[in-house]
């Protein structure tokens, strides 16, 4: 019902489709009018006014011609049309199942009724179109060919489609967690920065956009200074542009951004036209962004992307929830598709969820984008190490570097994995990184280290990912504490062991290891984290955070500052 809203609404429309229900008339167990409050089950087309055939299961001829006049008027209009079969189920829910238990009289009626083959052929015979012999010599026939490719089907292997046509290019992702390469010439970094906010002469850019936005961006790219979240996601998907690759950003408000700060459509104050920068950075532009603003459907919407990137390998595909809870109306599709496709189909799937996470205050219904959850759906091993073959890549970048890095890497890399990203509300503005970050010769780091800690007297050693460090790091330079290091976990899944162990080497001192959370303790990524830690790196970590709660977070704003001040306090209890 949800995908029929999607039917005409722009970026959605894939030219009309031909529905066919096969209508038995029951659910599982229940009667047709539990199932619905309409008269037919087929009324739902009509909230898009639909063309509705009804024909009778039992003659088959009308059901042929019920099918042409559909494929003939879509092929006409290019328009939804929808045939409702009307017929009944002969063995209930499957052919184990007894349906006299819950409907003993259909089913009197049913089990005295002809099959639909016995009354076409013997419609045939009594009208003379067809001879009885020769009716049984083509069912003998028929039943032959199955009886044999039965006996063949325990010893046939069917041939490999994965991997081919679009995704010819493709490889399977390996045991080892690789690096790859993503920078990008400065000055093409500094050429599509410009371009990102280059309107026509024509185009009344809103005041404060031109004010604040583009000339802000223009001086940050030309002085090659530090740079924001929106301007390395202009620069990740720009030049992703120029290297070929399209891009096609959906959610609800993404072409603004649901905190105002992307931008990455600007609307002309004077005729309410669109106009998107990044698809005009030359004459002979071959790939173009796509800015999809959605509507409140996210099972419908996230179902439509996923099967956009499922695709082509060459298209990038981002979904942007409005706040990362908001992915829990498609938990079906995450469950279903973006977390077991490749399992269940050998389909691989590039698919970049950006769910905007952290405490800030905004109550239980802005706050979590439920990281336990994906993490969960991960076939991350706890003894390890894992590598990219895992099902997911779960992160949770703290630099807008970081964020440039891992958008371009879902394109750059010779395999596609869905890509789950705790994206920052807070930090949009605040969080920075240079251009020089972006170059050739950079890449995505699964772990930051601590850019400021003495490795020889850090006795202290927190782990943390997210926005959660800025707070733990302002409080540390607050309190002038020099004892501890803060290590940010920026790649959850696969599980960067190795890296993690590389950075906890560098403070042979260190004596207590912290796990620091805005979570509370039944949510977020202690869960995943302690038990990985302990196995594969053989330390004990503390935990610091929230006490487990039913809800995501309060909803009061004395309390969270409270529960903020706490989180700090015992973080670094010897301050």
């Not at 080892?176 to 185009?203: A, N």
């Not at 699964?446 to 020889?456: G, R, S």
């Not at 330079?477 to 062991?497: G, N, Q, W």
């Amino acid at each position: 019902m949800e995908s029929l809203g999607l039917a005409y609404l722009p970026h959605f429309d894939v030219g009309g489709t031909v529905h066919l229900i096969t209508n038995n008339q029951l659910g599982f167990t229940a009667e047709g009018d539990h199932g619905r409050s309409s008269l037919h089950c087929s009324d739902v087309a009509k909230v898009i006014g639909c063309p509705v055939i009804h024909v009778n299961g039992d003659h088959p001829e009308e059901v042929v011609l019920a099918s042409r006049i559909a494929m003939d008027y879509w092929l006409k209009f290019r328009r939804d049309v929808l045939v409702d079969m009307v017929c009944f189920r002969r063995w209930g829910h499957n052919e184990g199942d007894d349906p006299t238990f819950t409907q003993p009289l259909i089913y009197k009626t049913v089990s005295n009724r002809q099959s639909v083959p016995d009354l076409y052929t013997d419609g045939l015979t009594s009208s003379g179109a067809a001879r009885e012999e020769m009716l049984s010599s083509a069912v003998s026939d028929y039943t032959k060919e199955l009886n044999r490719c039965e006996k063949e089907i325990k010893h046939y292997s069917p041939p490999a489609t994965h991997l081919r046509g679009n995704w010819s290019g493709m490889r399977w992702a390996t045991e080892q967690i690789t690096e790859w390469d993503t920078g990008y010439p400065m000055d093409m970094l500094k050429y599509v920065g410009l371009k990102s906010v280059e309107v026509p002469s024509d185009l009344q850019m809103h005041p404060l956009l031109m004010k604040k936005h583009a000339a802000n961006r223009k001086k940050w790219v030309e002085e090659e200074a530090m740079i924001d979240w929106s301007t390395a996601e202009a620069l990740a998907i720009g030049t992703l542009l120029y290297q070929g690759f399209n891009v096609r950003l959906s959610g609800q408000d993404v072409g603004r951004g649901t905190f105002s700060h992307r931008h990455a459509m600007l609307v002309c104050q004077d005729s309410d036209k669109a106009f998107i920068p990044l698809n005009h950075l030359s004459e002979s532009q071959t790939a173009f962004l796509e800015v999809v603003n959605n509507p409140l459907s996210e099972e419908a919407v996230l179902g439509f992307e996923y099967g956009f990137s499922t695709e082509s390998p060459l298209n990038l595909v981002i979904w942007e929830a409005q706040f990362g809870d908001f992915f829990n109306g498609a938990q079906i599709m995450i469950d279903t598709m973006v977390s077991g496709g490749e399992a269940k189909w050998l389909l691989q799937n590039g698919l970049v969820m950006l769910l905007p996470h952290g405490y800030d205050g905004f109550g239980p219904e802005h706050s979590s984008c439920r990281l336990e959850r994906f993490l969960q759906l991960c076939d991350s091993s706890v003894g390890g190490p894992d590598g990219d073959c895992v099902n997911m890549h779960v992160a949770y970048p703290t630099t807008p570097a970081q964020y440039y890095h891992l958008l371009r890497r879902q394109m750059v890399r010779n395999f596609r994995k869905p890509l789950i990203v705790a994206s920052p509300k807070a930090i949009l503005r605040s969080a920075e990184s240079s251009l020089h970050d972006m170059v050739p010769g950079t890449m995505f780091q699964p772990v930051l280290t601590d850019p400021v800690a003495n490795p020889h007297e850090v006795t202290r050693v927190v782990l943390c990912s997210g926005k959660h460090y800025y707070a733990l790091d302002a409080y540390r330079r607050e309190k002038e504490v020099r004892d501890t290091a803060i290590i940010r976990l920026e790649l959850l899944c696969p599980f960067p062991s190795s890296y993690i162990h590389q950075e906890l080497s560098r403070y042979p001192n260190a004596k207590a290891f912290i796990w620091s959370q805005e979570e509370p303790e039944n949510m977020g990524t202690w869960g995943f984290v302690e038990p990985r830690v302990r196995s594969q790196l053989g330390h004990q970590l503390s935990f610091v955070g929230r006490k487990s709660y039913a809800a995501p977070a309060v909803g009061v704003g004395k309390i969270h500052d409270a529960e903020v001040e706490k989180l700090l306090t015992d973080t670094f209890p010897h301050v």
